[in-house]
T-cell receptor
Framework: NAGVTQTPKFQVLKTGQSMTLQCAQDMNHNSMYWYRQDPGMGLRLIYYSASEGTTDKGEVPNGYNVSRLNKREFSLRLESAAPSQTSVYFC??????????????FGSGTQLSVL | GESVGLHLPTLSVQEGDNSIINCAYSNSASDYFIWYKQESGKGPQFIIDIRSNMDKRQGQRVTVLLNKTVKHLSLQIAATQPGDSAVYFCAETADFGNEKLTFGTGTRLTIIP
């Protein structure tokens, strides 16, 4: 069982560079999420996709864009990376049926450093 | 805005003892609560969840208690083992119509051999 797979695991960027973080889940979940985790802080929601074809902003969306490519894949793009975006990024998914929230399943994370 | 917080950022417990990790929440509309465990370098791992129509739920060596009156959530781990050393997060959401979990800042649990 792969669950939620994120690539890459590590990435170093220079300020102003762009990159896309990839996420795929094989659990046939409707909802997918991108979180960032900074030292001493909990996970903060960047963007989420409640279903294929929809995306919504979370708590900290500035500087990011997302694409729900299909039901399995949800990518996060940094168009012009900034040092403030140095963080660990987690993708997650869940099956939310009839408005009833269920637990999130997380990937193993991408550690991103912006110099 | 609403927030989810923890009373203690760190907790050290002797191996074999029980541990209790506490969490306060402020959103009175919250009706789903969940605990995650995160080991170093890994993603959060689900431990146990509870809905607001319950005040206690038990799993394997873990128990979650919910006190809606004082907006307090706790995670009890029985007979702690070295593998229990990790950061523990509580999270909450108001269920219907809300697709988002709000996470607390975490408590680092260290098991002393």
């Amino acid at each position: 069982n792969a669950g939620v797979t994120q690539t890459p695991k590590f990435q170093v960027l220079k300020t102003g560079q762009s990159m896309t973080l990839q996420c795929a889940q094989d659990m046939n979940h409707n909802s997918m999420y991108w979180y960032r985790q900074d030292p001493g802080m909990g996970l903060r929601l960047i963007y989420y996709s409640a279903s294929e074809g929809t995306t919504d902003k979370g708590e900290v969306p500035n500087g990011y864009n997302v694409s729900r490519l299909n039901k399995r894949e949800f990518s996060l793009r940094l168009e012009s990376a900034a040092p403030s975006q140095t963080s660990v990024y987690f993708c997650a998914s869940t099956e939310t049926e009839r408005g009833v929230f269920e637990k999130l399943f997380f990937g193993s994370g991408t550690q991103l450093s912006v110099l | 805005g609403e927030s989810v917080g923890l009373h203690l950022p760190t907790l050290s417990v002797q191996e074999g003892d029980n541990s209790i990790i506490n969490c306060a929440y402020s959103n009175s509309a919250s009706d789903y609560f969940i605990w995650y465990k995160q080991e170093s370098g890994k993603g959060p791992q689900f431990i146990i969840d509870i809905r607001s129509n319950m005040d206690k739920r038990q799993g394997q060596r873990v128990t979650v208690l919910l006190n809606k009156t004082v907006k307090h959530l706790s995670l009890q781990i029985a007979a702690t083992q070295p593998g229990d050393s990790a950061v523990y997060f509580c999270a909450e959401t108001a269920d219907f119509g809300n697709e988002k979990l709000t996470f607390g800042t975490g408590t680092r649990l260290t098991i002393i051999p």
